[in-house]
């Protein structure tokens, strides 16, 4: 079965009501099962249980916690048994939303007490997808009437959207959906960003590459929403016509393993298939290795910046330059770079700053 799990997130008064029912009609009519998780804060906040009620906030976020696991699970479940063979599960908001509303030393309390480190909680999810509260740039839209559990202001509505984003900052699959355009829009993007990552009708990738002068990490590493990740990248025995590598990939000892699966269509596209696997799958298809390429190692730092997401890879065999990525929906879709970023040049059709290529020409 093809069962993905994605969450629906956003600042308050972003339209995600209105999103998830955009998303019921559209994957229904696809062919998928579409199965909606209800958000757990607005659950347990209507039925008598909040922050203001609990004990301490601690108390209250450990209950938002193991609730919002356990339907996930049990939609999980469901899932696994449904009659037809596509299932979209989406969540309105995610685990990791519930971040935003601790300081650090309660949120590593909250994760101890449910047995999970902050990157299994995050990449659990295939792909996140972050709807701007309309507090940043449609504020004659904000309003507080469509949500009894809603209290805040545009002021600390804006301050929330970026606190949401900086959350999920470091997930290998982002996308910001703004006010640019009016909701009606903004939802079709948000149909057509689901519809591209399900790879429908086929899973193609549009991704751009950019030789920068090396950054500056201390920069990088104090903004709010730019992420560290550590990745080992190793390459599998295949013939000419595909590349299948697989990663390690998290921070702080804690890692998730993905297989994929690269075929080039054109100068900007390719076809990619990305499966998450268990560590031990992880071990075993490293014993397939292409012995003629090295692993790469790399720290990827995950920035999202006007509402683009940029990822910049830092090599430890370049001390002056860095690759910089990003995906999009459509190849002319504007780059508005971060000015702390030099860029030199685009590089997206040169081999000599492809991973596979560094495998086995990099410096030692």
């Not at 001390?319 to 910089?324: E, G, L, Q, V």
Request: net charge negative.
């Amino acid at each position: 079965m093809d069962i993905t799990k994605i969450v629906i997130t956003g600042g308050p008064c972003a339209g995600k009501t209105t999103a998830l029912s955009w998303i019921m009609n559209s994957f229904t009519e696809k062919g998928y099962v579409v199965l909606i998780v209800p958000e757990t804060a607005t659950e347990l906040i209507n039925g008598g249980v909040a922050p203001w009620t609990c004990k301490t906030n601690a108390d209250y976020q450990f209950c938002q916690m193991r609730l919002q696991l356990e339907k996930e699970k049990v939609f999980e479940q469901a899932a696994r048994v449904m009659k037809k063979d596509k299932v979209l599960i989406v969540c309105d908001r995610g685990a990791l939303d519930n971040k935003v509303y601790m300081d650090d030393d309660t949120f590593e309390e909250v994760l101890r007490s449910v047995n999970v480190n902050e990157v299994e909680l995050r990449d659990s999810y295939d792909a996140i997808f972050h709807l701007v509260t309309a507090a940043k740039g449609a504020e004659e839209f904000y309003t507080l009437a469509n949500n009894k559990a809603r209290t805040e202001g545009i002021e600390e509505a804006a301050q929330m959207d970026d606190k949401f984003i900086a959350a999920w900052t470091g997930h290998p699959h982002l996308r910001v959906i703004d006010n640019s355009t009016d909701f009606t829009e903004k939802m079709k993007r948000l149909i057509a960003e689901i519809t591209s990552f399900l790879g429908e009708p086929e899973p193609m990738e549009i991704e751009r590459n950019f030789l920068v002068e090396y950054p500056d990490l201390k920069w990088l590493e104090s903004l709010p929403h730019c992420e560290k990740v550590e990745i080992i990248q190793t390459y599998l025995k295949v013939d000419d016509k595909e590349e299948i590598r697989v990663r390690q990939r998290g921070s702080n000892g804690h890692y998730i393993y993905y297989q994929t699966t690269k075929r080039r269509v054109s100068d900007y596209k390719r076809i990619e298939i990305e499966r998450r696997i268990t560590k031990d799958e992880y071990l075993n298809l490293l014993m397939n290795a292409d012995t003629s390429l090295g692993q790469i190692r790399k720290d990827r730092y995950c920035l999202t910046y006007n509402n683009q997401y940029f990822k910049i890879d830092v090599y430890p065999f370049w001390s002056d330059k860095a690759i910089m990525e990003i995906e999009l929906r459509d190849i002319n879709d504007k780059v508005t770079f971060p000015e702390e970023i030099k860029v030199i040049k685009e590089v997206t059709n040169l081999p000599e700053y492809k991973n596979s290529y560094l495998a086995k020409h990099k410096p030692e």
